[in-house]
């Protein structure tokens, strides 16, 4: 089976509906999920869950260093404008993964699997929305 994983970066306090995103996530046992936050709250946490304590400072360091830019954003809502490369600043957590996505916290997974079927996995290295440019989650 094709290994995936969904890639989030919150920063600041969880909100309270976190809790469905992680259970959504854990109905989905074989989709692995990586949440960076400094969210200091203690919570029952799925297996296929990874939380990374992570700062705004380790970002722009990270950011700039993996996309050899300077990267000095101040404001934690700014980095979801560097979603389209998480890939490429996260690539040390998602080096075993045979695909790789975007997720968000507000929303509550169906079954990943009965739409990213292996089928749809071997034949496309790319899953989009839009037939033109890279877009949405997968």
């Not at 029952?44 to 300077?70: G, R, T, Y």
């Not at 979801?80 to 045979?98: H, L, M, R, T, W």
């Amino acid at each position: 089976m094709k290994k995936i994983v969904l890639l989030n970066c919150y920063l600041g306090k969880l909100p309270w509906y976190f809790d469905f995103f992680l259970k959504s996530c854990a109905t989905n046992p074989s989709v692995d999920f990586i949440i960076f936050s400094n969210d200091e709250k203690v919570r029952e946490i799925p297996k296929n869950v990874k939380m990374i304590k992570f700062s705004l400072e380790k970002f722009n360091q990270l950011a700039s260093e993996k996309l050899n830019l300077d990267i000095k954003i101040t404001n934690a809502y700014k980095i979801c404008d560097f979603k389209p490369a998480f890939g490429v600043i996260f690539q040390s957590e998602i080096e075993n993964y045979d695909f790789c996505g975007v997720c968000d916290i507000d929303l509550v997974f169906g079954r990943i699997r009965e739409f990213m079927t292996e089928e749809l996995l071997n034949e496309f290295d790319v899953i989009s929305v839009k037939d033109s440019f890279p877009s949405g989650y997968f």
